[in-house]
């Protein structure tokens, strides 16, 4: 693909992104054959756009992990995007609605890395002795096109829908609980929306961290030290309206919430 066209397509979904509207999927309107690796490159061009403006990187996430996400979503592997400083929340924060196009919520396992890591050929224990403690997040993921629906070229990229991360406080070493029986509720208004282990993603959040550095050590990055990475949604991902309060706790790793206001 054309570094114009590429560049073209990252501003396109910036702009629906800052401008909070939706758009047609670009596969079915600019570039219908658009493959994987294409999209990684737009989504690269949509990252830098973003570094331009003065936000810094977070981390990056992975999606998809969960057999609860590639069914809802409607497709089968897992992908990556990145978490910026300007998405940050923290718990018990009042959110805007009026910023985000059709937000949905995931409870989710957060790494926060004590090294940097370099694939492939990374394992999940590896990345388990690299994490410097573990937190638990809500994210709140905002697909920038009509009626959250995406092929995978789609959704890498648009950033993975990545929005805002809501972060709690309680953190827990690696080695303190078994992440992959880590029990999750989903609540929204007191009540019981999704529930889930952390086993449902891969097998364990780790795995997907793994994964993830190594899909990155293709493009030759890295996972950073002081890098907060998602693993993924545990459970399907809920639709949420202004004015609700969405409650999620994780067994051993505590509890987050926040609130929609206007
Ligand atoms: C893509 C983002 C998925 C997750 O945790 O699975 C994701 C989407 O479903 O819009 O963040
Ligand atoms: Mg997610």
């Not at 493009?219 to 809920?238: N, R």
Request: aromatic share 6%; hydrophobic share 45%.
């Amino acid at each position: 693909m054309e570094a114009t066209l590429q560049r073209k397509l990252a501003t396109f979904l910036l702009e629906a992104e800052e401008n909070v509207h939706d758009v047609k999927r670009i596969t079915e309107t600019k570039v219908p054959e658009l493959t994987v690796d294409q999209a990684y490159k737009i989504q690269r061009d949509l990252v830098d756009l973003k570094l331009k403006k003065g936000l810094t990187i977070v981390g990056p996430k992975m999606g998809l992990t969960s057999k609860a996400k590639m069914d809802q979503m409607n497709v089968k592997d897992p992908i990556y995007g990145y978490i910026f400083s300007n998405m940050v929340h923290e718990g018990g924060s009042n959110i805007s609605r009026k910023e985000l196009i059709h937000p949905k919520v995931e409870a989710e396992i957060a790494f926060v890395l004590g090294e940097d890591i370099e694939g492939p050929g990374i394992t999940a224990a590896q990345v388990l002795r690299a994490t410097a403690y573990i937190v638990p997040a809500i994210e709140i993921i905002d697909s920038r096109y009509e009626n959250f629906k995406f092929t995978l070229p789609d959704v890498i990229a648009d950033n993975a829908s990545s929005s805002k991360v809501v972060i709690g406080d309680k953190i827990k070493l690696p080695n303190e609980l078994d992440l992959a029986l880590v029990g999750t509720t989903l609540e929204i208004n007191g009540e019981l929306k999704a529930a889930g282990a952390g086993a449902a993603v891969l097998g364990h959040p780790a795995h997907a961290v793994a994964m993830l550095v190594n899909m990155l050590a293709k493009s030759g990055e890295k996972l950073h030290k002081g890098e907060v990475i998602l693993s993924g949604a545990i459970t399907e991902a809920i639709l949420v309206e202004s004015g609700d309060t969405v409650y999620a706790k994780w067994d051993g790793l505590g509890e987050v919430s926040f609130s929609f206001v206007d």
